[in-house]
């Protein structure tokens, strides 16, 4: 090294004393968040529109652009619902039948759609022989009066992860639309493609029954609201609204709503609830109806109720001081003193929130500053319990706990009747 | 590999790995702004263009791995333009003093030779053109490689070397034998 080189880089070892001001990175946080999200799809929408074309054009040399499928898709057993399968084996839905080449090689393959008024659901496969190292992420399907964004999806993939075979939901599409687009991206978004593809909506699947219903059950904190019921051959969807201010207080949600067919529950296949003016707008999501029904009703079996308690129990000192309150069990793990204050361990049942909790010592209360923690942990009866840890701003040792109340899912048991008489399909 | 982890997250549009990025290497990239900046102050401006920048960009950068010297880049181009801006010149001789300032107050222990020699290399850099100074600082003082500063100055990479190579001739030329240790 030359002495001019040495004399460089003793200054650069000089240079490297100079440290950013605290501050920088507190001003480069802020300056990240007030920077709105980027947008999706940053290339000119006539370049993705030439580029759909161009790979349209390849595809429809390749393929016959349209065909029903009046055969079942192969190779998508392991994935379906006993209720796909079924339509399947009968052959409902279309084919698409189209393929896509991805830049590093790999193929998509859209095999086939299944439509109805609840739900599309796409069949697809992803093969590369090379091994397949990215994910395909769907985004939504554009058409006339159409945007279907994806709902759920399942995959598997073959020993030699060549293969992909997989199933995507997405939310219905028009019976207008004569054509379909698929948006997806590939590789951690960094390509964004779609394909667009015909639709025939005659060959969509019939709705059985559509049916409003208004009716409305009152619970503790407020009302559920039920609006409509719509069963077609892939799902039996309710929609609804829920008005109930302790709603989101324990995770039950409204899975312990049932349908009830002929006095059996039908399986229940999933919930959505998206915040609205004054509560919840709420979708429950059950399997296809029976093909023959007499009776059909809802049944409130369980939903989030609130229970007034009151109740002061005497710590004893012990780790794991099993208590028994309005038949709910509660476990008091342990009670220690930390720099911080109290901290409280209690376990209880995984839908029980205790309300209004304090601790009293020498004739002073003590309300609960803040949780700490708390985690679904599994216990050894296989019941899965909420473990919370909580603090109150405290530095003497309680002898009593106190709690007002409990958030928990109380069984209701009320009934809505939708169909009483026999119909026939 | 840490940083090709949080390059793809913060492809995927995640803030905070994009700053837990820029964190790793912040003193590094405050010197950078700092030296074209001239003040602390213009230089956490460029910083902060930079993130917002590199926070819309970064799903065109195509290998992960070269996050840093593509993001000294666009850092650096955010400072050209910045100064532009505020239509000032600023010489990197003035900028130098900036990081002499900054180091003052860190420094206390400066013996008297090695502050004469520092006034050497300072008045041989000065005697430099601005491009031939700029590489030399840009590859000797932030350490980056010789194809990161061609992307930054807009010159192909061998007109980097020669700048290099040049200013470090007429730097030996010019004072080579004043030298003494």
């Known amino acids: 090294m030359s002495e001019i080189e040495n004399q460089l880089k003793k200054e650069k070892e000089r240079l490297d004393e100079v440290k950013a001001p605290d501050e920088l990175n507190e001003r480069l946080r802020k300056a990240l968040e007030q920077t709105p999200p980027r947008r999706k799809n940053k290339a000119p929408k006539w370049l993705a529109v030439a580029a759909a074309l161009i790979a349209l054009t390849f595809v429809s040399y390749n393929y016959n652009a349209f065909a029903y499928y009046g055969k079942k898709l192969l190779g998508y057993d392991e994935l379906m619902t006993e209720t796909l399968a079924q ?40 093969k590369n ?50 054509e379909l687009t698929l948006e997806f991206s590939y590789n951690e978004s960094s390509e964004q493609r779609e394909i667009t593809f015909p639709y025939n909506p005659k060959q969509a699947m019939q709705t059985e029954l559509k049916q409003s219903i208004h009716k409305k059950v009152h619970v503790d904190q407020g009302t559920i609201r039920f609006d409509s019921i719509t069963a077609t051959p892939s799902r039996t969807t309710i929609k609804g609204k829920v008005n109930v201010d302790n709603f989101d207080r324990i995770d039950l949600g409204v899975m312990g709503i049932q349908l009830l067919a002929d006095g059996k529950p039908i399986d229940w296949t999933g919930g959505s609830s998206k915040s609205a003016l004054f509560g919840q707008d709420i979708e429950i999501y059950y399997d296809r109806l029976p093909k023959e029904v007499n009776t059909l009703e809802i049944d409130v079996d369980k939903f989030v109720g609130y229970q007034k308690l009151n109740e002061t129990i005497a710590l004893t000192g012990e780790t794991e001081q099993t208590e028994k309150i309005f038949g709910k069990e509660l476990l008091i793990r342990k009670v220690e003193k930390t720099t911080e204050g109290i901290q409280v361990t209690l376990a209880t049942d995984q839908n029980v929130l205790l309300d209004g909790v304090s601790i009293q010592s020498k004739g002073n209360s003590t309300p609960l500053h803040t949780t700490l923690r708390s985690d679904i942990l599994e216990r050894e009866n296989g019941e899965l319990n909420n473990e919370r840890v909580l603090l109150f701003k405290s530095d003497e040792l309680p002898e009593t706990l106190s709690i007002e109340g409990m958030h928990y899912a109380k069984s209701y048991g009320n009934h809505i009747q939708l169909i009483g008489k026999k119909e026939k399909r | 590999m840490k940083t090709v982890r949080l390059v ?52 065109q950068l195509k290998k992960e791995e070269s996050f840093y010297s593509w993001s000294k880049t666009i850092l650096v181009n955010r400072c050209k333009k910045l ?56 590859h000797y003082f932030h350490d980056l490689e010789l194809q990161a500063i061609a992307d930054m100055t807009n010159v192909p990479i061998g007109t980097v070397k020669s700048r290099i190579f040049q200013g470090l001739k007429k730097m030996r030329d010019q004072f080579g034998g004043e030298w003494h240790e």
């Open chain 2, 8 to 59: 793809k997250k913060a492809k995927k549009g995640n803030k905070e790995a994009l700053l837990q990025l820029i964190n790793e290497q912040q003193d590094a990239y405050y010197r950078l702004a700092l030296s074209y900046m001239g003040n602390p102050h213009d230089a956490m401006d460029a910083m902060e263009d930079m993130i917002v920048s590199l926070y819309h960009s970064i799903p």
């Open chain 1, 87 to 126: 339509l399947n084996e009968q052959g409902s839905g279309q084919a698409i039948e189209k393929k896509v080449m991805l830049s590093d090689g790999t193929e998509l393959y859209l095999d086939g759609l299944l439509t109805d008024e609840n739900q599309t659901i796409l069949y697809y496969t992803v």
């Open chain 1, 129 to 178: 022989s090379k091994g397949l190292l990215e994910d395909t992420r769907f985004d939504v399907i554009r058409g006339v009066w159409t945007k279907a964004f994806a709902t759920y999806g399942t995959f598997s993939m073959n020993e030699d992860g060549t293969e992909v075979k997989g199933i995507q939901g997405f939310d219905a599409v028009s019976p207008f639309a004569k």
């Open chain 2, 83 to 138: 100064s532009q801006k505020q239509n000032k010149i600023v010489l990197m001789e003035n900028a130098d003093e900036s990081l002499d300032e900054a180091l003052k107050i860190s420094e206390g222990t400066n013996s008297f030779k090695q502050t004469e020699q520092r006034l050497d290399l300072k008045g041989m850099l000065a005697m430099l053109s601005s491009d031939q100074r700029e590489a030399i600082e840009l």
